[in-house]
């Protein structure tokens, strides 16, 4: 049951994702929606927080790869829905496909490195796991311009994804220290 919920959640977040990438200025909301749609940070932390949520390290590395799957299988869904003006066929799969395909290897890493960060996380509240996630918030603006992607992306969206990051950086630190110094009361020897 537990990775039907996975699956669905996937498909959502994927689903939302585009949508919210095709909405445009047009429409009201601004263009800013473009610009967060485009962040590869949340399609990070998803498989990172479904893995936080398993008791054994492979069952959350399986649980990483199958809701970063399910994401994209949910984004390509979308892609090719009336919704957004794409009438489906064979012909549009595979050339979406096609020219997803560093997305697609890239989901067959990080999905199951991720989930299982996010079981060392839960069980042991690794700084490599910590580290790893706020890194993908703090870091994305940067990386994206230093690689050349940066045009029409939105600069208050990579301010308050900095912001996120420093936030959940802040998290990870007080948690850590929280559960260090209450392993420490609980322990009968050094920890």
């Known amino acids: 049951m537990a990775f039907v919920v996975i699956v669905i959640g996937g498909l959502v977040f994927g689903a939302g994702d585009q949508y919210l990438g095709s909405l445009t200025a047009a429409t009201a909301i ?14 990070l932390i998803l498989p990172f927080l479904v893995g936080s ?5 492979r069952r959350a590395t399986a649980a990483g790869l199958v809701v970063t799957l399910s994401a994209l299988a949910g984004y390509f869904t979308m892609t090719l829905s009336p919704m957004e003006g794409v009438r489906f066929s064979l012909m549009e799969l595979r050339a979406l ?17 991720f989930g299982w960060l996010g079981y060392r996380w839960h069980a042991r509240r690794s700084w490599l796991a910590a580290v790893l996630v706020t890194g993908a918030l703090c870091l994305e603006p940067l990386a994206v311009t230093v690689a050349g992607r940066s045009g029409g992306r939105s ?19 007080v948690n850590a220290r929280r559960h260090d110094g209450l392993a420490c009361h609980t322990s009968n020897g050094p920890v």
Do not use: K
């Open 53 to 57: 949520t398993q008791r054994r390290p």
């Open 155 to 173: 600069g208050f969206v990579w301010a308050f994804e900095v912001v996120v990051g420093v936030a959940v950086g802040t998290w990870f630190f």
């Open 30 to 43: 601004g263009w800013w929606t473009i610009s967060v749609s485009l962040l590869s940070a949340p399609w």
């Open 97 to 113: 496909l096609g020219t997803n395909q560093l997305n697609e290897i890239g989901a067959l890493v990080t999905g199951p490195l």
